[in-house]
């Protein structure tokens, strides 16, 4: 359920994948979903009242991951390179589009005090494009919450049209580009029980590189 709008949407897909090393992993995966759009307010706005559907989606994806990260508990260091590609509609479908990621995040040690604790700093980047074809808006980026910290849920990304003169501008419905850049640098507060944390992000999702 969203706030002027709820999604429904019957999904499944198969995944294969292989490990290349230590450090490599790929991924194919298989996937359908059947989605539907529905309980619009007066301001769900114009272009997510189109993609009402119900719309099948069928989409063929490959992912690769390369890490060097042992540990998911305050890592020190080490990398994570995570390439996307996902195409949409190329046999069958309702709609057909590309869509393209890249994230990469790493953590640097930057002290460790007497009792073996660790600051680190985190750097985080992103980057998806959505091209030959045209998204639904629920297949759009969108960042905000706890992908662009100090901004509401999906709150960033460009504005629908309103169904109705004076209605509300300000509904999100997704960007076919996406760019985020954030570090976060976190350090011991008390003895392993509590940390600092200091971060910066920035980010943009629109409709264009610009």
Not at 6 to 15: K, M, V
Not at 17 to 33: K, V
Not at 35 to 55: H, N
Not at 131 to 148: I, K, M, N, Q, V
Request: with cysteine; glycine share 10%.
């Amino acid at each position: 359920f969203y706030r002027h709008y709820a999604e429904e949407r019957l999904f499944a897909d198969t995944t294969v994948s292989r490990r290349f090393g230590d450090i490599w992993d790929g991924e194919l995966r298989f996937g359908y979903a059947n989605v539907r759009l529905d309980e619009f307010d007066i301001d769900t706005p114009v272009q997510i009242r189109e993609d009402k559907g119900p719309d099948n989606l069928w989409s063929t994806s490959f992912k690769l991951i390369r890490t060097t990260i042992t540990t998911l508990t305050r890592p020190g260091s080490g990398s994570r390179l995570e390439l996307q590609y996902s195409n949409f509609g190329a046999f069958m479908g309702d709609v057909q589009f590309n869509r393209a990621r890249v994230d990469y995040t790493t953590y640097l040690t930057l002290n460790r005090d007497f009792l073996g604790r660790i600051s680190t700093l985190r750097l985080d980047a992103s980057v998806g494009w959505i091209f030959s074809g045209t998204a639904p808006t629920y297949e759009r980026f969108y960042l905000g919450g706890r992908t662009l910290r100090g901004f509401a849920y999906r709150e960033v990304s460009p504005k629908g049209t309103p169904v109705v003169p004076g209605g509300s501008e300000d509904v999100p419905i997704g960007g076919e580009f996406m760019c985020f850049l954030g570090a976060q640098y976190q350090f011991p507060l008390v003895a392993t029980l509590m940390d600092g944390v200091v971060f910066i992000d920035s980010g943009t999702a629109n409709d264009d590189l610009g």
